[in-house]
């Protein structure tokens, strides 16, 4: 059986499977959680990460925010334990992909979308597209 530590926590986790009936939400990205997923070994303790957010890097350059890297948190560094998504808006409290210098922060899920992705009702790939506010712009070249 699989077994790791993981920087988010503090025992150790097992692979292990989690069932329909189960229903649980991935302690990193808050998302539900079925099949293979790694589990805390301890009894009582309810952390469970999807095999994909065990594997997230812990830094990443992202387009949506290229000013500065991105560092995975396991939890939001705010006072109230929540953050904002910079992308969809949405709140979140747990695992987020943060820059301490702008305060900037994204859903493992938002920073994870593709930048191109086929679609069957449109006969062109689409695109992802960022939007900045405009002092970003500013001096700015293209972004690639």
Known sequence: ???LNHFSHRHPLRLS???P???TICSGCELDLLGPAYICTKAGCSFLLHESCV?????VRHKSHPKHPLVLLSSPP???DEFTCDACGDSGHAFAFHCFTCKFDLHVECASLPETEDSDDHEHPVNLLYSFPEEEWKGSTSIS
Do not use: A, F
């Open 1 to 3: 059986m699989k077994q």
């Open 17 to 19: 499977g989690v069932q």
């Open 21 to 23: 009936e189960d229903q």
């Open 55 to 59: 594997e997230l890097p812990r830094r």
């Open 78 to 80: 705010y006072s109230d």
